[in-house]
């Protein structure tokens, strides 16, 4: 197992125009390493909520009308 002095020694030994694509490549390691957030499911609590206008709408209408709001 190495370890950081190790990965310390070898980078001070690094010549400068590499120094660039070292930091790239540390970049991308960590990027990899990122624990994601797990994604929470939708909850759908707006179902319903325009239940009132039923009467009003129908999908036709509503598809016309956001044809014209585009």
Do not use: C
Request: without cysteine.
């Amino acid at each position: 197992m190495t370890n950081k002095n190790e990965v310390y020694q070898k980078i001070n030994h690094l010549p400068n125009e590499l120094m660039p694509t070292l930091v790239a490549y540390l970049d991308f390691l960590l990027n990899q390493h990122v624990q994601k957030t797990p994604e929470t499911p939708p909850t759908f609590n707006w179902e319903g909520g325009l239940s009132e206008m039923k009467s009003e709408y129908d999908g036709v209408s509503l598809q016309k009308k956001s044809l014209e709001w585009r």
